[in-house]
């Protein structure tokens, strides 16, 4: 038995369907079953009640991935506990993102990381926020930037600092009021969005009141690079974060402020069993160190 083996166990437990933990593990589920199935020889236990449709712990699996999650904690405070004598923020950290974020806030974090912690060995997973949550738990990420609140109690949270929201639209349209519009303002407003499974495409829907099947017709983005592109050709209007806003000032576009409230939240998450706390904190004081004047420090 290796400790990979119980982190394969942990990850079947987790995701409860073979396909989607061996993707969560980066391994193939043929791979993933076959160990299962000798772990299972070699405890001379059934684990995993299985189906065409789902997997189900069985009784004596409960104490025993109880006590893998457990080894697995422990592995990782003795990790900690070598790297702290180095000196803090020391060697392989793994840091997630959200697309929404990341092309905004690591241009100048990480520089600004490797400045104040050389021996640092940064790793970044830029990805949607379920995702990175899997990942997370599944002990394949330290930590990461995401917007807030998540709903998970195996993961704890810092907020960091409020974003707002700018409404962008062609240069040269005129929105129906005042320079700083209101939510009322908003409300069903046609917007070019990110496809489904960003969270700020279920913020903006919230925030205009648009259904999802009437929000964009037939345009769907993955980056909101490619929907600044499209707002500046006159395809439709957007809203953007502050950072991505701030990218996006060209002759081509208008951006106008939205009344104070209106944005998101973003903060660094992680397990509540993991053991560098101290890290995360340290980073965490990095990033407020270095915040653009368009974000608003929480």
Not at 51 to 75: F, H, K
Request: charged share 20%; hydrophobic share 45%; net charge neutral.
């Amino acid at each position: 038995m290796t400790l990979q083996d119980l982190r394969y166990l942990v990850a079947l437990v987790d995701h409860g369907h073979f396909g989607r933990a061996a993707a969560a593990c980066s391994i193939s589920q043929p791979t993933l079953s076959m160990q299962i199935k000798k772990l299972e020889e070699q405890l001379g236990v059934t684990l995993f009640e299985r189906t065409n449709r789902s997997v189900r712990v069985t009784p004596v699996a409960e104490e025993i991935v109880g006590r893998a999650r457990q080894i697995l904690t422990d592995v990782e405070a003795i990790i900690s506990v070598g790297r702290s004598v180095s000196g803090p923020l020391v060697g392989a950290f793994s840091l997630g993102v959200i697309p929404t974020l990341g092309p905004y806030l690591l241009p100048w974090l990480v520089p600004a990381l490797k400045k104040d912690y050389p021996e640092l060995l940064l790793a970044v997973r830029e990805d949607l926020t379920a995702h990175l949550m899997e990942r997370l738990v599944s002990y394949r990420l330290d930590a990461a930037l995401v917007a807030l609140p998540v709903s998970d109690d195996r993961v704890a949270s810092l907020p960091l600092f409020d974003e707002p929201f700018w409404f962008a639209e062609p240069k040269g349209h005129q929105p129906a009021n005042a320079k700083v519009m209101r939510e009322e303002d908003l409300r069903g407003r046609r917007l070019l969005l990110l496809t489904e499974g960003h969270c700020l495409r279920d913020q903006a829907l919230a925030i205009c009141g648009t259904t999802d099947r009437d929000a964009d017709g037939d345009f769907r983005a993955t980056s909101l690079e490619t929907i600044r592109q499209m707002v500046a050709m006159g395809m439709g209007s957007t809203l953007l974060p502050a950072m991505a806003c701030s990218a996006a000032h060209t002759q081509a576009i208008t951006a106008h402020p939205l009344e104070a409230g209106i944005g998101r939240r973003v903060g660094l998450i992680w397990r509540r069993s993991y053991p560098r706390v101290r890290d995360l904190h340290l980073l965490a004081q990095t990033l407020r160190d270095h915040l653009p004047q368009s974000v608003n420090l929480v």
